[in-house]
């Protein structure tokens, strides 16, 4: 096992390969997105929108992130490439204060991540930075700034970075988080030259989405990239349209189903014909099993009254050499 699986981060911007990450929640896509050769994976939080149905990712809890970064880590340490870098999202409100931030970011990094990303330039007291605690405990964190989702109440508009102003508000964020000692930093829905600009004066990478093609690499989220998305999105290419061959694999499914084509024998277990007529010959009376009877029983009313009423009881069978009735007898329709 690499002892610095973030390592690649720098290593492609220094050899300026452009980087590949994925943003996905579940082990199966884990496992096939590394073993494709992807360079990285974000648990991201877009998963409350593209794996639990919200409508934002402010309703993601840190329950929720744990869930998914845990199935996440089982999915890539199952893969052909157990090395590759999984970078766990802080939910909304999760870093609002410094303690929080060190208490959940360490817990995401126990269940495997091998770092935290973090929206925005995070909070300051007392001239202490949530990136300097986070530094200070090990774990290294990576950045997010131009659109960011969980402050989307706050921000006037997706695509950041118009003007000249908020372009250079922008450059200034990303010098703030390379002096804070970010390894990475996710540069979303901002204008190419604001990227590009930014690009260019940090040495720490960037990766982009919707952020044009300057950047030191890409993210796409899963569902976007292989078509599972109802909406497409500017900022997303889908390289597949797996929602037509996902649908079209439950209708011909519903259609075996229904015709009895499915299951066959391939997909069945049979009894040995030993077996079988052992059955045949002594199953049908010797039974065991639990079987709920109705009782009549007194109980008396709160005035005092006796009544009757049925009360359900479990009754165990050892053996019951008894006749079954023709409709509980395996065979009594053969
Ligand atoms: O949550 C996410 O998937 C993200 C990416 C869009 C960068 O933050």
Redesign the pocket.
Known sequence: MSLFPLSVFKRKKDDQIPLA?V?LSDAPSAQIACDAGIDAI???????N?ALGFDS?LPVTMDMMAHHVAAVVRGVKSSTRPDVPIIA?LPFGSYATIEKAVENATRLMQLGAHAV?M?GLGVEYAERSVFAALKATGIPVMG?IGF??QSQMALGAVVQGKTHRDAQILVNAARSLEMEGCFAM?L?AMTEEAARKITEARKVPT?G?GAGNGCDGQ???WHDLVGISAKSLKMARAYAQTRQIWTEALQEYKRDVESKAFPTEQNSWSMSPEELEKWREEGAASYRGQEYMDSEVEIESPEGEPFHAFEKVVGVWERADLPFDDDRDPFANQ
């Open positions: 990450m943003a974000l648990v991201g939080d877009s998963l409350g593209t990712t999202d990303k929206e997010h960011t989702p996710v979303e990766i989405i993210v796409l989220v």
